[in-house]
């Protein structure tokens, strides 16, 4: 099987480490392009700092990182330091980067090379706000039908909203940009908060990853040690949810996973719902499907996935 060509779009974040972690892992599977940054759980300066962190701590230097948008389309920018930390990836103590950005912007980068591959070979993994996708479309519409595939992080429906009542975070960072992103015509697969929120970090769970005994073990350990204690707080749950990672997995392992095509519109006008993604599950209304939107995961093949990947590293 060929491997899949993709961009990771990230703001990390210690859920999207371990899913650039997991992608890198796999290069049977997914084939790594490139990481284009953007502000999100932390301002742009710390993304984009966290994902070369992250490359290093994985032996994979080379692989290309760029500093994307520094601020929402058009709104001030929310972060998440009371989730993820004043770094971003609080929990272990990782040297600073000794790679450099590479030259240009995030948002070239993803044009140009939709622009230079055939069309239909290369698929886009935002998993943080939407701001880079959308500015791309925005700024080289022709690029939209030669995306292969959206698959993305955000959303909910079930489980409402993490930040507000009805909106999820990397929806409600940026709005406008994932309105633009859902109106585009490109095939969208959506792992929303009713998926992730049943992939928990368990203690079982992440003594395996620590147990590996590696620096990628031990360090995701402790990610995950440090990001669990918001969401045990807060839901009451055996563990955080690992939201990002499931965007990695389902490229790897589609099977893994569960859901129904149909119409999903943002909303942009309300502040009170504002960034809530507006699922059409039961097939109510008359709108035409735009997005798979994923309801189910089977959550222990889920993490037997992530621990063999992790123990490649």
């Not at 959206?150 to 994932?178: C, H, K, Q, S």
Request: with cysteine; proline share 8%; aromatic share 6%.
């Amino acid at each position: 099987m060929t491997a899949r060509k993709i961009i990771i779009d990230t703001d990390p974040g210690q859920d999207d480490a371990v899913a650039i972690l997991l992608a890198l892992a796999s290069p049977e599977a997914v084939d790594l392009l490139g990481i284009t940054c953007v502000a999100g759980n932390v301002p742009l300066s710390l993304t984009s700092k966290n994902a070369r962190i992250i490359c290093e701590l994985a032996g994979k230097p080379e692989v290309p990182v760029f500093a994307g948008c520094e601020r929402p389309l058009g709104r001030e920018l929310v972060t998440a330091e009371h989730v993820h930390g004043r770094t971003g990836l609080d929990g272990p103590d990782l040297p600073d980067p000794t790679m450099p950005l590479a030259d240009g912007h995030a948002v070239d980068f993803i044009i140009d090379t939709l622009r230079s591959n055939p069309a239909g070979t290369v698929t886009l993994c935002p998993i943080g706000p939407l701001t880079n996708i959308a500015t791309a479309f925005r700024k080289a519409p022709d690029i939209a039908e030669k995306v292969q595939e959206i698959v993305l992080m955000g959303g909910a429906y079930f489980e409402v909203g993490n930040v507000t009542p009805t909106a999820e975070f990397n929806i409600y960072v940026d709005p406008e940009a994932a309105d633009v992103v859902f109106r585009s015509g490109v095939p969208i697969v959506v792992m929303p908060l009713d998926v992730t929120h049943k992939v928990l970090v368990t203690r079982d769970r992440n003594d395996r990853i620590r147990d590996l005994g590696t620096p990628v073990g031990l360090a995701v350990a402790q990610m995950t040690d440090f990001f669990e204690r918001f969401d045990r707080e807060k839901y009451g749950s055996d563990g955080a949810p690992l939201h990002d990672p499931c965007v990695i997995a389902y490229l790897i392992r589609p099977k893994l996973f569960s859901g129904r095509h149909v119409n999903v519109e943002i909303e942009t006008g309300s502040e009170l719902t504002m960034g809530m993604t507006v699922a059409d599950w039961w097939q109510v209304t008359d709108r035409p499907a735009n997005a798979t939107f994923m309801g189910h995961v089977d959550a222990p093949g889920f993490f037997d996935l992530l621990t063999e990947r992790l123990a490649r590293l």
